[in-house]
């Protein structure tokens, strides 16, 4: 006997639990008018049997793939290269599967993986798709709206013209800016430098405008843009020396720059935090801990984040949910002291 031979049918679902076949198929594809009784029956039935649902049968009574593609507007050499994208799958992920939804990862090189990932979409292989990384002058959103595809996007739109629905989650990057420029100002540090994410991203700029609204004057001396990675961070962090050598503290855009600024402060013969104080922002774990010394920083529950844009997501799709307002949803962030300042 052939292994699909061997497999029980809904047919022998009906029969065990002592139901019809419709009613079986009604409690299996989640199907409501169905007494409660009678769901016991069949899922016991089900789990007595290893009743195994075939998914393109049930595709097409549902209209549902139980797939959702997670995009994401990077490199793969900066996905997983970065802790952050970790922890946000890691959120998304854990959500998913609590729904018995599948993960489909889209990864971008360059902008020719664009079309290919919007074809993607369109083509009904996915329910809808989480989307984060997005740069300003990305064409995306709009490849994705063309694809009639419901989304929920991770990180502020800043690409949005106000005349699209949109969703999205984001942590309060200015605030948190804000928080961690004053602790140093506190600390009596009056040269306090900026190293900058990309700007085209709408994070890096909110933690750039967080710096500024602190500082008051604007000493373009002070800020370098760089890119989230420690080798940009320690290009930025040899040229903000050079322009400016007596700094005595650095707010860095993300914990991977913070890490960067530091080894080059080392190299510099620069004493953390005596000569000059550093606070990051994410509260990376495995790199701020292991700082050396341990780093300041602002946190952000980048998990969390990815559990609420997957959540948003599946309450879209679930048509026994009302339609939700657009709008975005922003986490709080919180100081983390450590060694650094």
Not at 212 to 234: I, K, N, Q
Request: charged share 30%; aromatic share 4%.
């Amino acid at each position: 006997m052939t292994e699909t031979a061997s497999r029980p049918t809904l047919e022998a679902v009906a029969a065990r639990a002592g139901v019809s076949r419709a009613t079986v198929s009604r409690v299996v594809n989640g199907g409501d008018g169905v007494r409660e009784p009678l769901v016991e029956r069949v899922r016991r039935a089900v789990e007595e049997l290893g009743y195994v649902p075939n998914q393109a049968a049930r595709s097409l009574v549902t209209k549902r793939h139980d797939a959702i593609a997670v995009v994401i507007a990077e490199p793969e050499t900066r996905v997983f290269a970065d802790p952050f994208f970790a922890l946000q799958l890691r959120g998304i992920s854990k959500e998913l599967t609590a729904h018995d939804n599948q993960l489909v990862l889209l990864l971008t090189e360059g902008r020719d993986d664009h079309a290919r990932v919007a074809r993607y979409l369109a083509g009904g292989h996915v329910d809808g798709a989480l989307v984060f990384s997005l740069h300003l002058d990305d064409p995306l959103p709009g490849l994705i709206q063309g694809a009639g595809v419901p989304t929920v996007f991770g990180g502020r739109p800043g690409w949005s013209d106000g005349t699209r629905d949109v969703v999205y989650v984001d942590s309060d990057n200015r605030g948190g800016a804000r928080e961690a420029v004053r602790l140093l100002a506190g600390l009596g540090r009056t040269r306090i430098a900026h190293i900058t994410g990309p700007l085209d991203q709408t994070s890096a700029a909110d933690r750039l405008d967080g710096y500024r609204e602190v500082m008051g004057v604007d000493d373009p001396r002070l800020v370098v843009e760089s890119d989230f990675t420690p080798g940009g961070a320690e290009r930025a962090m040899r040229e903000l020396l050079d322009r400016c050598p007596d700094l005595d503290a650095v707010f860095a855009a993300n914990d991977l720059a913070a890490s960067g600024a530091l080894r080059v402060l080392r190299e510099r013969g620069r004493r953390v935090p005596e000569d000059v104080a550093v606070v990051g922002f994410d509260d990376l774990l495995p790199v701020a801990e292991q700082s050396d010394p341990p780093l300041t920083t602002v946190r952000q529950d980048i998990e969390e984040m990815g559990r609420i844009m997957a959540r948003l997501l599946l309450r879209r799709l679930d048509r026994r949910v009302a339609e939700e307002a657009t709008g975005g949803v922003v986490l709080p962030t919180t100081l983390v002291r450590r060694a650094s300042a």
